[in-house]
């Protein structure tokens, strides 16, 4: 599976942006996906999972209510949906997605096989 991140950009607090993420690979359809985040000076951090069917999804407690994730497997495509964006919000955003098929949503960076390059979003004050 390979993946591409796009959708990043420089926003003010309270607006909104939509990251993409678009794969290759016969298996995205049964695979669980991620989007983490690492901001500047910080580790990188989970922001939010969706299940192989998107029927399932969990979320890092200071982006819930704010953030949405999706997935369109037909267009095998993963989106993550950010709105009332906060200038902590700035930092590298990564999506990934599991080897194993059919398996859980974690949190655990490591437990991703594959991952997209990082696409920048900014939030200025």
């Known amino acids: 599976v390979q993946l591409q991140a796009s959708g990043g950009g420089l926003v003010q607090a309270g607006d909104s942006l939509r990251l993409s993420c678009a794969a290759s690979g016969p298996t995205f359809s049964i695979t669980p996906l991620g989007w983490f985040r690492q901001g500047p000076g910080k580790e990188r951090e989970f922001v939010a999972g969706?299940?192989?069917?998107?029927?399932?999804?969990y979320y890092t407690h200071s982006v819930k209510g704010r953030f949405t994730i999706s997935r369109d497997n037909a267009k095998k495509t993963v989106y993550l949906q950010m709105n009332s964006l906060k200038p902590e919000d700035t930092a590298f955003y990564y999506c990934?997605?599991?080897?194993?098929?059919?398996?859980?949503?974690?949190?655990?960076?490591?437990?991703?096989?594959?991952w997209g390059q990082g696409t920048l979003v900014t939030v200025s004050s």
């Open positions: 969706i299940s192989w069917s998107g029927g399932y999804t």
């Open positions: 990934a997605a599991r080897a194993s098929s059919f398996s859980e949503i974690t949190t655990r960076d490591y437990e991703y096989d594959y």
